[in-house]
Nanobody, 114 residues
Framework: QVQLVESGGGLVQSGGSLRLSCTAS????????MVWYRQAPGKQRELVAG???????NYIPSVKGRFTISRDNAKKTLYLQMNSLKVEDTAVYYC????????WGQGTQVTVSS
């Protein structure tokens, strides 16, 4: 059973920054395309950003230029640097692999105040 542990969320003012981390319990992490998702209250979970095992990245338009996804395969850890945060970025953030998702972690709450 793979475990994913997200951390780094918090309360921040609009325009602020946060860095999220997600640590996996399996070394298979290093060969997987990993993805950050988020779920805002009353909304469906949405993909935010993804990164392949080789480091190629993609982002949804609303976060491009503000968020940066990265990974450290030796540490089995995925990161999401979030800058210029907006109120609409408020959500619980989760990580998982792109295909056949592992069990979901508890997520980390990001709250952006105006």
């Amino acid at each position: 059973q793979v475990q994913l542990v997200e951390s780094g969320g918090g309360l921040v003012q609009s325009g602020g920054s946060l860095r999220l981390s997600c640590t996996a319990s399996t070394g298979i992490f290093s060969i997987e395309t990993m993805v950050w998702y988020r779920q805002a209250p009353g909304k469906q979970r949405e993909l935010v950003a993804g990164i392949t095992f080789s480091g190629a990245t993609n982002y949804i338009p609303s976060v491009k230029g503000r968020f940066t996804i990265s990974r450290d395969n030796a540490k089995k850890t995925l990161y999401l640097q979030m800058n210029s945060l907006k109120v609409e970025d408020t959500a619980v953030y989760y990580c998982n692999r792109d295909r056949s998702p592992w069990s979901w972690g508890q997520g980390t709450q990001v709250t952006v105040s105006s």
